[in-house]
């Protein structure tokens, strides 16, 4: 039973399209994240919602756009995709915010733009 | 700016040996120095974390050591294993603050 789940796996599109990657938790988690790993494996933090409030917003492109209908799902909808776009983006969550002990992640989704 | 380095950045170990990987930090306000571990096609996973009241922490065949007065903490891995081949992540924070992660050291284990 995964605990914390991302769709899709892989996503490969065009420059200029529109994507969206979905997340779901059930850790019953108040605190979702998205990162970005680079091709070098460099983590960043993207974005943090806490209980459907946005806490976090690191300086990204206002192409990206978190969506979290309830704590349990945080999506990421993407527009005007560019090459420079493509990375591993992981979901994750942690109990609470501010208490960063655990987080949880998920499998990521590879997004390749062509 | 907050910052933690890591090195090195691969790393190739004989099957028994000790796998050592290091991390500074510049900020002396960090008190949580995690370890996470990335199987190629997943996420990372928690796999020891220290605070600095104490210098060591081990956890099996995984040791933390923490150097307050040098800012530097390391991950021993103790009778390396296949299985350990991964790649790992150091990171710190503070309070309320965000995890920041170094970049990653790819590890792989020897027969």
């Known amino acids: 039973d995964t605990a914390v789940s991302q769709t899709p796996k892989y996503l490969v599109t065009q420059m200029g399209n529109d994507k969206s990657i979905k997340c779901e938790q059930n850790?019953?988690?108040?605190?979702m994240y998205w990162y970005k790993q680079d091709s070098k494996k460099f983590l960043k933090i993207m974005f943090s919602y806490n209980n459907k409030e946005l806490i976090i917003n690191e300086t990204v492109p206002n192409r990206f756009s978190p969506k979290s209908p309830d704590k349990a799902h945080l999506n990421l909808h993407i527009n005007s995709l560019e090459l420079g776009d493509s990375a591993v983006y992981f979901c994750?969550?942690?109990?609470?915010?501010?208490?960063?002990?655990?987080?949880?992640f998920g499998s990521g989704t590879q997004l390749s733009v062509l | 700016q907050q910052q933690v380095k890591q090195s090195p950045q691969s790393l190739i170990v004989q099957k028994g040996g000790i796998s050592i990987i290091n991390c500074a930090y510049e900020n002396t306000a960090f008190d949580y120095f995690p370890w996470y571990q990335q199987f190629p096609g997943k996420g990372p996973a928690l796999l020891i974390a220290i605070r600095p009241d104490v210098s060591e922490k081990k956890e099996g065949r995984f040791t933390i050591s923490f150097n307050k007065s040098a800012k530097q903490f390391s991950l021993h891995i103790m009778d390396s294993q296949p299985g350990d081949s991964a790649t790992y992540f150091c990171?710190?924070?503070?309070?309320?603050?965000?995890?920041?992660f170094g970049t990653g050291t790819r590890l792989t284990i020897i027969p």
């Open positions: 850790l019953g988690h108040d605190t």
């Open positions: 994750a969550s942690s109990q609470e915010i501010g208490v960063v002990e655990k987080l949880f």
């Open positions: 990171a710190a924070n503070f309070g309320n603050e965000k995890l920041t």
